[in-house]
RNA sequence: GCCCAGAUGGUGGAAUUGGUAGACACGAGGGACUUAAAAUCCCUUGACCAUUGCGGUCGUACGGGUUCGAGUCCCGUUCCGGGCACCA
């Protein structure tokens, strides 16, 4: 029988007995409760894990085995997000084909997560990069293509009765979330062609190909979605980043805004990625109001969220991109107006965003302010955004401070709406005061309407209630958030299941799916936008046989080129985890058994940098296949936890300049020094190995040190784990030398789950000795077998049941950092009990079997059970165990503790109040004084307020 | 600029939500065992004063406040992290 802890040899061993059993495949079982853990699943990266990846994994995991130890039936599937741009880039940076070097980048995932012990089912694994799963990603794609989002119903509808309506009424009473408002008769749509009825229902699809502006990165050679580009540079690679604008397909997310923004009430997500979302989505309410062109018939419509300002109008602004520009701009002012737009058009996204200094032109014409009847002068300016709102606004300079700026510019009058606000200096932006001018004195206004003397926030919603009462405009709800551009100029993607009948996009039938992707002899991207899937030889429609054929055949009768974009990587990973409820079902994306019975995910972990993408778009995905019975429920994610990033812990050492000489941390500000990255790998505790670092690089071989005490102390710095910085540690490794269960216990024992923190491998030791110590509750030094029949002493119930409400309550609530803690405190209590009944002994062993699996199954063997110890269940905790029959309370004179007493458990306030004051310590405290208050807490604290008599 | 979340020993972090701050672990120092090392075990470890004994004072970024009592609640300030940002 086993003695030492030999780690190596038990965790290889229950590896294979998992295998083995099947113990982790769960299937769908009407009798049993349900519970669905899930991780964003990863992309296979060239790196491989750092100890950083698996622990939202471990968390989740912990979870998942306490769960089923509690009697849930737990599906926690695994998979890879293998398409799409990371992968492609690295396929790229390595001159190889990314279906070779994804393949084999899974390959190394799965060894390095199999050695920590998950307990993932891994039958269900999903990649989307597999023509079995992206059939359902393509299918998705046609369904969205196939409906349009009534604002009526509030929800996605078949484009069959949105082309019923055209057929009857035209676009009147149209209720449905469109890119712009169209007005045509029946008749006008019956008149039109295929081609024109095709791009008609193209503005209401929620899958459609837009004409659009849009993120086009050159470098990358492909457009990107807004959440992928940061501070006007690509997210990937930082590559420079430029509007452009063309034809793509996109997803009409902002017609699901609202419901988005709704849905964030009933999920369990921490506030501040809640409140991400919020700002991405960008609600913002206001009023659209008609402006009339003095002189001239045309009119345009801004939008404001300060409807109560209206009296403070002195200019308009519309945006350089505006079509009104070309309608507006009077022949005089035409020569200045190319110029700016000229000028406007020079300048990058990124200066645009960096370089906010005042520029505009005149347009020559005035706009009527319909309240006032005020001519006011039409500019046109940058800082005004073609993509928000109506791409005109009306200027207020008084109480918005880029309005201000300009007005202050171009000379332009500033009205004050407010009293008491001071615009001399700066605008008045706040939404609080009493309102004047409005109107001015001595004017008149449409209607005889006036705003003054109620509050800022009485005069928004009075001037909104105007506005539509008198046919001036209407009430109106903008949002930020944008319909997401779906396609890619690049290869390694999903292909759409699309071609194009003379230029009319139609689907490939739905039995003909998936659309496999093709072989290409080239698929790097190009800059001009060339999708590599042009070089794919076999890429042609024959509808007629409907299959792809060679597109030599290309004929445009029956031969019709397929499209050449591919999906974003967002495409695949929007709606895996309903896959993995069914993930082998050829006939549906999941059957409505299996959906009806997973739901939705409990519990979903990963990092918050999906804030605004994955988590926006899989929120969406969900809800339009909710919308058409497929999800079950509306929102995807129940709860969601977002683990830290684990940073790395770099070390320096000090190298004296000009010189090979390196000196230790205590002594290097006697020289003029330079810090220089050092491997982790060969520094403990901060003392550098000197012989490993001269062999670490040859240009140190010949290395000389400085060392203060016989030892080199290395200095340290927190950065991003990073290979450039010399602080990746590697999972394997840890395995190797510590095992599996302290690398998972160590992980947790790190600190809050949810807080990202720096990893030092140094405080590993403290776990892996906790180990061993538990491993001696059950052998002796002598290698015998401790436990027997004897029964538990009440002191040992007591241990085993404080632990066990410590652990129920901290996993239930994600603090596995103290819950191992409490782990410690209860081994070392049992030990010096030297517990040997068998009765503890197996529940500690369940206890511990979430957090280190391995060794729980090792002495849940050796106690002689012949199950796993996965199908165990969770200890019950008894609170009669835990009860106290003395309570020590600390005694205090006005909010000071003085000293302690025990009382019996069931003492009532008032015997405690009068022993404590019949005590001898308290006599000095009591002298010459009166107790003017007395304060009980039961089991907290006495405290008695004594004033002089 | 707006919004959100933070700040506790040399280090990672606890504190039952207003009741003895610093659990647990690392590191450090001292000791035991050993020829020696490793491993293991024991003691000390927030600061300062007193250590001839118990002990005392100050301490949770900073400044105020509420309270018998504040790391925790309120007001203000500083710093770090995250989100949005010329969004009308």
């Known amino acids: 029988m086993a003695k030492e802890y030999n780690f190596q040899e038990i965790e290889k061993k229950w590896h294979e007995q998992w295998t083995k059993w099947h113990t982790y495949e769960v299937s769908e079982d009407s009798a049993r409760k349900k519970f669905y853990v899930l991780n964003m699943f990863p992309y296979p990266s060239g790196a491989g894990l750092h100890v950083g990846h698996p622990l939202g994994y471990i968390a989740s995991d912990i979870y998942a085995r306490y769960k089923r130890l509690s009697g849930f039936n737990v599906l926690n599937p695994m998979g890879y997000d293998s398409y799409g741009l990371p992968a492609e880039q690295y396929a790229i940076q390595t001159g190889q084909h990314p279906e070779k070097t994804t393949y084999a980048n899974i390959d190394r995932y799965r060894e390095q997560l ?11 694994e999903v990649r989307t990069c597999d023509p079995g799963y992206y059939k359902w990603t393509q299918w998705a794609f046609q369904k969205m293509f196939g409906s349009y989002f009534c604002t009526a119903a509030g929800k996605a509808q078949l484009i069959e009765q949105l082309i019923a309506h055209f057929e009857e009424k035209g676009t009147e009473g149209l209720t449905a979330a469109c890119g712009e408002e169209l007005a045509f008769s029946a008749e006008e749509w019956k008149a039109m062609d295929e081609k024109e009825k095709s791009q008609t229902l193209m503005n209401y699809r929620i899958a459609f190909l837009g004409e659009t502006m849009v993120n086009w990165c050159p470098k990358l050679g492909t457009v990107l979605a807004n959440d992928e580009v940061i501070d006007g540079v690509s997210e990937r690679g930082g590559y420079p980043v430029e509007q452009k604008k063309m034809r793509q397909w996109c997803l009409r997310v902002s017609a699901y805004a609202q419901r988005l923004l709704d849905g964030l009430q009933t999920i369990e997500w921490s506030d501040s990625i809640k409140e991400t979302q919020k700002n991405w989505i960008g609600r913002s309410e206001g009023a659209e109001v008609q402006i009339k062109v003095a002189d001239s018939d045309v009119d345009f419509t801004i939008f404001t969220t300060r409807a109560d300002t209206m009296f403070g109008v002195t200019f308009f602004v519309l945006a350089p991109e505006s079509e009104l520009v070309a309608k507006l701009t009077t022949a005089e002012q035409k020569e200045e107006v190319d110029k700016y737009l000229a000028y406007v058009k020079s300048r990058t996204e990124r200066e645009r965003m960096i370089d906010h200094t005042v520029t505009g032109v005149f347009s020559g014409a005035y706009g009527i302010n319909p309240i006032t009847g005020d001519k006011c002068p039409i500019y046109i300016a940058e800082y005004v955004l073609s993509g928000y709102g109506t791409g005109a606004i009306m200027a207020v300079p008084a109480h918005d401070s880029r309005d201000y700026a300009f007005a202050r510019h171009f000379n332009l009058p500033i009205i004050p709406l407010v009293e008491g606000a001071d615009v001399s200096e700066e605008s008045y932006d706040a939404k609080e005061g009493t309102v004047m001018n409005s109107p001015m004195e001595g004017k008149t206004s449409f209607k005889g309407f006036s705003l003054n003397g109620l509050s800022v926030k009485e005069a928004i919603a009075a001037t909104k209630k105007f506005v539509s009462e008198n046919g001036l405009g209407r009430v109106k709800v903008n949002f930020r958030l944008r319909d997401a551009i779906f396609s ?152 969601l936890i977002n683990q830290g990033m684990i940073q790395g812990r770099s070390n320096f050492v000090y190298r004296i300049k000009d010189t090979n000489t390196f000196v230790s941390l205590g002594l290097k500000d006697q020289y003029d020094t330079t810090p220089i990255h050092v491997d982790v790998n060969i520094v403990k505790n901060d003392v550098l190995d000197t012989d490993a670092f001269k062999a670490w690089r040859p240009e140190y071989e010949t290395a000389e040190f400085i060392l203060e005490d016989g030892k080199y102390i290395c200095g340290w710095a927190v950065e991003k784990m ?41 405080g590993i030791d403290g776990c892996h000795r906790f180990l061993k110590k538990f491993w001696a509750l059950y052998w002796d030094k002598e290698g015998q077998f401790t436990a027997n029949d004897s029964e538990p002493t009440a002191e040992n119930l007591k241990s085993l049941h404080k632990l066990i409400k410590k652990v129920s309550a901290d996993i239930e609530s994600f603090s596995y950092n103290t819950s191992i803690s409490a782990f410690m405190v209860a081994t070392t209590e049992l030990g010096q009990q030297k517990c040997c009944s068998r009765a503890i002994l197996e529940q500690m062993a369940v206890l511990i079997a979430p957090f280190c699996p391995h060794i729980a199954e090792e002495l849940w063997e050796a106690l002689g059970k012949t199950t796993s110890v996965c199908d165990a269940q969770w200890p019950e905790l008894n609170e009669d165990y835990l009860v106290e029959d003395k309570v020590k309370m600390p005694i205090q004179f006005n909010g000071k503790v003085r000293f302690t007493m025990e009382f019996p458990a069931d003492a009532s306030k008032e015997s405690m109040i009068e022993a404590a004051m019949n005590a001898p310590e308290a006599a000095k405290f009591l002298k010459g004084m009166q107790v003017v208050k007395q304060i009980v807490v039961p089991g907290r604290i006495i405290n008695l307020v004594v004033k002089p008599e």
């Open 114 to 124: 199999d050695k920590i012990g998950f307990c993932f089912d891994w039958s269900r």
């Open 488 to 639: 890619r100029q690049r290869y390694w993607g999903e292909p759409f299941p699309v071609y194009y009948k003379q230029g009319i996009p139609c689907m490939i039938p739905e039995e003909c799916l998936p659309v496999e992707l093709p072989q290409v002899e080239n698929f790097l991207p190009t800059e001009s936008g060339e999708p590599p899937l042009g070089n794919a030889q076999l890429w042609a429609w024959d509808e007629a046989n409907r299959k792809i054929v060679d597109k030599a055949l290309i004929d445009e009768k029956t031969v019709f080129p397929i499209e050449l974009f591919t999906m974003p990587g967002f495409a695949g990973s929007s709606a895996y985890y309903l896959r993995y409820m069914d993930p082998k079902n050829g006939e549906a994306l999941v059957s409505e058994n299996n959906a009806q019975y997973w739901q939705n995910v409990d519990l979903y972990v990963g990092g918050s940098e999906h804030a605004t993408g994955h988590l926006i778009y899989s929120r969406f995905w969900n809800k339009f296949l909710f919308d058409l019975g497929i999800s079950s429920k509306e929102e995807p994610f129940q709860k």
């Open 722 to 762: 990073s290979k450039s910085m010399f602080n990746v540690v590697n999972p394997d490794m840890i395995v190797e030398k510590y095992g599996a269960d302290t690398l998972r216990l160590y992980e947790m024992f790190l600190g809050p789950v949810e807080q990202s923190k720096p990893w030092d491998t140094n």
